[in-house]
């Protein structure tokens, strides 16, 4: 399902505005690591992932497992995108009886949702366990799995991690948000996560980095990681949070908030503007 990279810029673009849109209606949310990983969401979407949107449970999908909860935005207008419920639901978010929660929820029965999510550092050991599941049944589909640079200071991550490597789980590719920020500052601040590269590769894991906003560079790695042999991948997404909006870029203090509708409007604008 290859895409041009105009194509993917288009679609990120309007991936971007219903992020917005759906957060200024909601009135909360996390605006922030939403728009900055929108572009690695689109090229996994509409690049990456062998997926069916009519079908949502096909058997022989790709699985994408998002950790971060939080950027649920990003998903859902993903998924929308792509065809798997309407955009307009995407105005329901967080409203009460919404398939659309603030974290996601598959009691709720969203078509491409894989797992709930909100409770930061599980995401990995459920990406193990399919990865471990389509490796005894020789299954041919991939399992991603996307984390925040905050979400890895916590412990079960590296737990997971090296079950992971243990396992030779090369149907595996994990995906970490590297924007440098967390809810509180930055990552370095609060607790220093590097050398980043060298503790995923002590842990036996092979590692790609890329630029999270150049479709060349990520659809490119992804398609290196997937080729990784004997062992799990990892794409450490170098991100800039906000990205599309230059009053939220690299700002943490929008990790959690929404935009008005005042500045939605703006917002909006600024991400038409510049094509
Ligand atoms: C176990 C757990 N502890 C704390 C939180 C609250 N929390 C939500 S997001 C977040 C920061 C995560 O940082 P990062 O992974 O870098 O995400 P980003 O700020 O880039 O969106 C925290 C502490 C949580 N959801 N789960």
Redesign the pocket.
């Known amino acids: 399902m290859f895409r041009s990279v105009e194509e993917l810029k288009e679609t990120a673009r309007k991936i971007r505005i219903n992020i917005i849109r759906s957060l200024a209606v909601s009135g909360s949310g996390?605006t922030?690591?939403s728009l900055g990983l929108t572009d690695v969401f689109t090229a996994l979407y509409f690049g990456i992932l062998n997926h069916d949107p009519k079908n949502a449970k096909w058997a022989e999908r790709d699985r994408l497992i998002l950790s971060?909860g939080?950027?649920a935005p990003v998903l859902y207008a993903t998924l929308a995108q792509s065809g798997y419920f309407p955009v307009e639901e995407l105005l329901t978010l967080r409203k009460l009886g919404s398939r659309l929660q603030g974290h996601p929820g598959r009691e709720h029965g969203l078509p491409g949702l894989e797992l709930s999510a909100?409770?930061?550092?599980q995401g990995l050991s459920v990406a193990v366990g399919m990865a471990l599941a389509g490796k005894m049944d020789q299954k041919k589909w991939h399992v991603y799995s996307v984390h925040?640079?905050?979400?890895l200071q916590?412990g079960a991550i590296w737990e997971a991690a090296m079950s992971a490597a243990h396992h030779k789980l090369d149907n595996l590719t994990a995906i970490v948000?590297r924007?440098g920020?967390?809810?509180d500052g930055k990552?370095s601040d609060v607790m220093e996560i590097e050398p980043l590269t060298k503790k995923w590769s002590a842990f036996g894991w092979e590692v790609f980095e890329c630029d999270g906003h150049s479709f060349k560079d990520i659809v490119s790695t992804f398609n290196r990681a997937k080729a990784t042999i004997g062992r799990p991948s990892v794409v450490i997404a170098h991100t800039i949070?906000g990205k599309g909006v230059r009053e939220i870029e690299g700002d943490?203090h929008w990790?959690g908030k929404a935009p008005s509708e005042e500045q939605a409007t703006r917002f909006i604008k600024e991400i038409q503007d510049h094509s």
Do not use: A, K, R
Not at 118 to 121: D, R
Not at 148 to 151: S, V
């Open positions: 996390h922030g690591g971060i939080h950027v909100g409770s930061l550092g925040g640079d905050g979400e916590e948000d924007n920020v967390q809810i990552t949070m943490y990790h």
